[in-house]
């Protein structure tokens, strides 16, 4: 399934790869995709959204589910 969030925080490639690794985390083989100047998240995986945004929300960003 593929899922869109709009991430608050992040900045940079630190930020970016904080991101993925907490998603990737969950899911190995989740397909994540980064926009730092909008700051939207693309994830391609088998899991549900509210789990992959509880992942991010735990490396201290704010997210929102994008429709």
Do not use: W
């Not at 907490?22 to 730092?36: N, S, T, Y």
């Amino acid at each position: 399934m593929n899922h869109l969030f709009q991430v608050g925080g992040m900045t940079c490639g630190h930020c970016a790869r904080a991101v993925t690794r907490a998603v990737q985390d969950l899911d190995a083989g989740a397909q994540v995709v980064i926009d730092l100047g909008t700051g939207g998240v693309a994830v391609d995986s088998k899991l549900e959204a509210e789990s992959l945004a509880a992942a991010i929300r735990a490396e201290g960003y704010a997210v929102e589910r994008r429709p």
